[in-house]
């Protein structure tokens, strides 16, 4: 079993950088792909960011490509969701979770993931 728990939310002012953090722990996710999701208030969950197992592949949506920066430390077992110049729509709960099927590539389908963590929220004031 995998736990996910993510950190480094909070409010914050539209522009500058925020970083959340998605550590696991309960077995290594080094083999796993991995996915940021988020769900604003009133709305389905979406597909945020997502990256290959190695790290050498990684998946954006529309809204967030060029802003966002997914990337992972393995031998911390922990995956990060660098936010650039964040804008109040970014405001949602963004979930971490973890695709143990996937060998190549990572999926941007929530169904995929088995292991999700509790969220952070993440709230943008403009």
């Known amino acids: 079993q995998v736990q996910l728990v993510e950190s480094g939310g909070g409010l914050v002012q539209a522009g500058g950088s925020l970083r959340l953090s998605c550590a696991a722990s309960g077995r290594t996710v080094r083999s796993y792909a991995m996915g940021w999701f988020r769900q604003a208030s009133g709305k389905e969950r979406e597909f945020v960011a997502a990256?290959?197992?190695?790290?050498?592949?990684?998946y954006y949506a529309d809204s967030v490509k060029g802003r966002f920066t997914i990337s992972r430390d393995n031998a911390k077992n922990t995956v990060y969701l660098e936010m650039l110049s964040r804008k109040p729509e970014d405001t949602a709960v963004y979930y971490c979770?973890?695709?143990?099927?996937?060998?190549?590539?990572?999926?941007?389908?929530?169904?995929?993931?088995?292991?999700w963590g509790q969220g952070a929220q993440v709230t943008v004031s403009s």
């Open positions: 990256i290959s197992r190695g790290g050498g592949s990684t």
């Open positions: 979770a973890a695709d143990p099927e996937r060998s190549l590539g990572a999926s941007a389908y929530i169904s995929d993931y088995d292991y």
